[in-house]
């Protein structure tokens, strides 16, 4: 099973346990999610079936665009790795 089925697959089980018991509250708290992110995830299977329901990141990763750790900027973190 690849991470794409996975993904559709968990999101499935919890839009239809919380279908199945009625309280949409409930269901994402046995499932550990938001509600935001419950009613996310029926907008879009809603909108454009399983498809919508696999996990993409916003935009691909650049490490160039990512800031630089600057130690002097984060003093009890460079006292941790010291220590």
């Known amino acids: 099973m690849t991470k794409a ?3 559709i697959k968990r999101k499935l ?3 239809n346990y919380a279908q199945e018991i009625g309280n949409v509250s409930k269901a ?3 499932f ?3 509600r935001e992110a419950y009613y996310q995830w029926k ?3 809603e909108k454009h ?3 919508a329901l696999i996990n993409s990141k916003p935009c691909p990763e ?3 665009l990512r800031p630089k750790f600057i130690p002097s900027l984060h003093p009890f973190l ?3 790795v010291r220590a």
Do not use: M
């Open 49 to 51: 079936g399983e498809k």
């Open 78 to 80: 460079t006292l941790v």
């Open 28 to 30: 994402c708290r046995y």
């Open 32 to 34: 550990g999610i938001s």
């Open 5 to 7: 089925q996975r993904d």
């Open 43 to 45: 907008r879009a299977y």
């Open 13 to 15: 089980r919890v839009l």
């Open 62 to 64: 650049n490490p160039k």
